[in-house]
């Protein structure tokens, strides 16, 4: 063997070790978190699944543990869903249509996509404080559906129009081209060629994004959704609770029964997000195929 090739080997070698020692780190660190999850899903199944029942949906909140449901708490949560989903959704998609399709590349393009990034990692107690002050006082909307939608619409927002930027900028620019070449405006190569290949990932980050605001907490404390009410909500100025806040409340209680209780209604909002998350893949696929 010569030397530069005899040194070349050399050189590789620890390059290999490090690599096998680094993916044995990552596999290590997976099946830590792996098993920690599966620890903390046997506990809460061990402890809820006994309350997960037909009256366990149609009761409303009680102080008699035996009395108490989730009703309120989970129309609440699809009333939140439902607003929060109309109210960014069309804005996302309009803001990441502009950025990558109309706005000028120049330095003030560049400090709203920086800004935006920034927005997408501010904690969500922020946005619950902005909800409060803005929405629930400044507006008088009250402790609202409506505030809440808003506020959770808020923290949303940097994430689906990031993840709706990132699905239009994989749209090849030859489908732009032969669209122009034909005489098709602007408009008609967004509306026609663009949307319909990006909707795949637009949709796949909206009902990601939408499962983060159903299980946020803190913007709902914040903007002071009840922890206690007996009816659900009729209409976007009602007063609310959520499933989140429901748990929260039960947990707080030192009685055993409340802590079984909340358990079941984790179930509940695991069961929501991951039918979610299964929506996601089905609509993603069937995008797919259509386009």
Not at 29 to 50: E, H, I, K, S
Not at 122 to 132: A, D
Not at 278 to 288: C, E, G, K, T, Y
Request: hydrophobic letters at 55%.
């Amino acid at each position: 063997m010569s030397g530069p090739s005899r040194l070349s080997g050399r050189r590789t070698e620890p390059r290999r070790v490090a690599g096998a020692v680094f993916a044995g780190i990552c596999v290590l660190a997976t099946l830590v978190g792996v098993a920690a999850l599966a620890v903390l899903l046997a506990d809460v199944v061990a402890d809820g699944y006994r309350h997960v029942d037909r009256g366990f949906f149609t009761r409303y909140a009680s102080r008699f543990p035996e009395r108490a449901g989730i009703k309120a708490a989970l129309w609440g949560s699809v009333w939140i869903l439902a607003l929060t989903a109309m109210i960014a959704f069309p804005l996302a998609i309009g803001a990441a249509v502009y950025l990558e399709e109309y706005a000028p590349r120049n330095w003030i393009t560049r400090a709203i996509q920086t800004n935006i990034g920034n927005l997408a990692g501010v904690p969500s107690i922020v946005y619950g404080i902005l909800g409060l002050a803005f929405f629930v006082r400044a507006l008088a909307l009250g402790r609202s559906v409506i505030s809440g939608a808003l506020t959770l619409a808020l923290l949303i927002l940097p994430t689906l129009i990031i993840s709706a930027q990132e699905a239009i900028r994989a749209v090849p620019d030859s489908i732009r081209h032969a669209a122009y070449a034909l005489g098709a405006t602007r408009w008609q190569v967004v509306r026609g060629q663009v949307l319909p290949l990006a909707l795949p990932g637009i949709l796949t980050g909206t009902i990601l994004a939408l499962s983060r605001a159903v299980g946020e907490t803190a913007p709902l404390i914040m903007i002071g959704a009840l922890t206690f009410i007996a009816f659900t909500p009729k209409g976007p100025m009602d007063p609310f609770t959520a499933l989140p806040i429901q748990i929260f409340n039960w947990v707080s209680r030192p009685q055993a029964e409340f802590q079984a209780l909340a358990a079941a209604a984790i179930l509940v909002l695991l069961a929501m997000l991951l039918t979610m998350n299964a929506a996601a893949i089905v609509l993603r696929n069937r995008a797919q195929r259509r386009f």
